[in-house]
């Protein structure tokens, strides 16, 4: 039997928590496209399969979007849209520090992302990239636990983290651990030494760019998987992600696309066939990669 993997269903934590499996990602949209894709978005997950789990925004301080996503979660549950009578703690909101900072700077930051987004506390808060030195990672990071401790963020995570800057954060023996590390992921560039430091040390994996960008759509190993498996490349994209136990971030601005991204429950990609999809590896970097930083 398949599993039901969709936008709802829901992912354990280290801590206790969960994620959904499936995230809506708002990188690169802006203003009315971001509140409109919310809000569709919101709409899609009241009409998949699984009823347990919570919609997910996936925004940023960088991506200068928070408010508009915040805005759309919220005139959402207050709509005739919301069917469910979905509330506030029912929704899953994520966002990112822009840069690391001294911890006054990282602390005061995390604040002005909670009355940005305006929903009274932010889900999942992850440092964006390791850029900014070793001291302010980790000065950054104890701003992000006393953030949780203050409630203004439920979950800590971290994103484009490598292995050397997990390691690092893990040395220093935090109170609380990192949950996420948000990477690029995908056929396309696997990062299984980045992947297998995390799934060890139970730091759950988000991919985003697991559509990689469209760029490989018509690449004859994904068509000619598609075709097997009676799917559209972008799903069967999003179950490789799912299958290998990460968390995937598909970015549309497209209703019916977000609908197709969602509905992945149906097959199972084989063994076989996701050793080919593996050794599509081609370090391929679709945006930024800084899991080198110093």
Known sequence: MVAPNTLLTLQQLANGLSVPTIHLGVYLTSGSETYQACRWALEVC???????????IDSAQMYHNEK???????????SADNTHSLKREDMHFTSKLASNASYDAARKSITRSVKECGLGYIDLFLLHSPYGGKKARLESWRAVEDAIDDGEIRIGGVSNYGVRHLQELLDSKPRILPAVNQIEIHPFNTRFDIADFCQEHDIVVEAYAPLVRALKMKHPVIASLSNKYSCTPGQLLVRWSLQHGYVPLP??????????????????????DIKKMDALDEYLVTDWDPTDAA
Do not use: Q, W, Y
């Not at 009241?46 to 997910?56: F, I, K, N, T």
């Not at 508009?68 to 919220?74: C, L, M, P, Q, R």
């Open 68 to 78: 508009e996503s915040g805005k759309a979660v919220a005139d959402f549950l207050s």
């Open 46 to 56: 009241l009409h998949l399969p699984d009823p347990d789990g919570a919609p997910v």
């Open 251 to 272: 970015k549309s601005v497209n209703k019916a696309r977000m609908v197709e991204n969602g509905e992945v429950g149906g097959f199972s990609i084989e063994d076989s």
